[in-house]
């Protein structure tokens, strides 16, 4: 018995996201058909052999996925427009505003995706202000995909050292937690040549933009 189909849904814009899949958990993979210039995902499978209560479903399944894509559409299109407004890298007159939006996204619980937090939340890394560190850490634990999605290196856009003794000083309740999680990133060796910097290149390279 077996399903036919793409092993993976890519997601992306042809301009600002080129290359970016992702695998639809529990649920066989959606391949993508371009509308409108747009993508959609629309459930395609050849079915051999399958019971038709499992068939059923994976169907409903599929269409879950396809809403799920509509969903992500919209969100895209908020990267979109918070890119073009602030850049990668903003000026110091909209750092209190991407605050606000990365407040605002955390506090949503029933966010479509974590794409517009992780680019706030880049904006904001490459400010480069210690400070800013409980808010993007915030920002990570607001659910489990967040923390998958934001990087804990993002917490350190003034550096690790500076950041650590920021969080020292800091009488904020979860400083301790955030110092304990640095340090047990550490030993892991999630800062092994770590630098801002490089950190932010990668993240240029993400969104296709020039160096």
Known sequence: MS???QTTMPLRDANLFPGRHVRPMNAPSIPASPIAGNYHYTPSFTVNGFLEQQWSAWRFAGMCVDRTADLLDSARMDEHERLARF?????AEDLPEIRRLIQSATADTDRASNEPLLLLCIQLFSAGNASDALLIYEAKMSSFDAGCYIDIQFVCGAGLEATEEFLRSSS????????ARLHQAKRAGAFDGFTPQQ???????YYGLAS
């Open 3 to 5: 399903v036919n189909a």
């Open 87 to 91: 850049g990668l890298t903003p000026v």
């Open 172 to 179: 904020a309740p979860e400083a301790e937690k955030l110092l």
């Open 199 to 205: 950190h932010l290149a990668f993240y240029r390279r």
